[in-house]
């Protein structure tokens, strides 16, 4: 059984940052690719950044390039997500999630294993 535990959201006001961390409970991959999804109200769950554990090779979602910096301990399955210039549309509950291999791929519908999920509100 994986599990996944994510920390670090809150709320605050535009232009600020925030650091979003995850740990993975689990030895079952051997090379994994982790990263971080959000859904918004109203809207479908989307992946914004994801990393490879072996080649760390990573994917950001056109809106946050440049804002938000992925990073990946393998030795302690963890992942986190740094985010600065945080803007109200960044307003949503942010997820992380594992599967293994080395490919990045941040459709969530080919993600099994998922944490509860922190919330990230951004005010203008």
């Known amino acids: 059984q994986v599990q996944l535990v994510e920390s670090g959201g809150g709320l605050v006001q535009a232009g600020g940052s925030l650091r979003l961390s995850c740990a993975a409970s689990?030895?079952?991959?051997?090379?994994?690719?982790m990263g971080w999804f959000r859904q918004a109200p109203g809207k479908e769950l989307e992946g914004i950044s994801v990393?490879?554990?072996?080649?760390?090779?990573?994917y950001y979602v056109e809106s946050v390039k440049g804002r938000f910096t992925i990073s990946n301990d393998h030795a302690k399955n963890t992942v986190d997500l740094q985010m600065n210039s945080l803007k109200p549309e960044d307003t949503a509950r942010y997820y992380c999630?594992?599967?293994?291999?080395?490919?990045?791929?941040?459709?969530?519908?080919?993600?099994?294993?998922w944490g509860q999920g922190t919330p990230v509100i951004v005010s203008s």
């Open positions: 689990t030895r079952t991959f051997s090379s994994y690719i």
């Open positions: 999630s594992i599967r293994g291999g080395s490919t990045l791929i941040s459709d969530p519908r080919l993600y099994n294993y």
């Open positions: 990393i490879s554990s072996s080649t760390g090779s990573t």
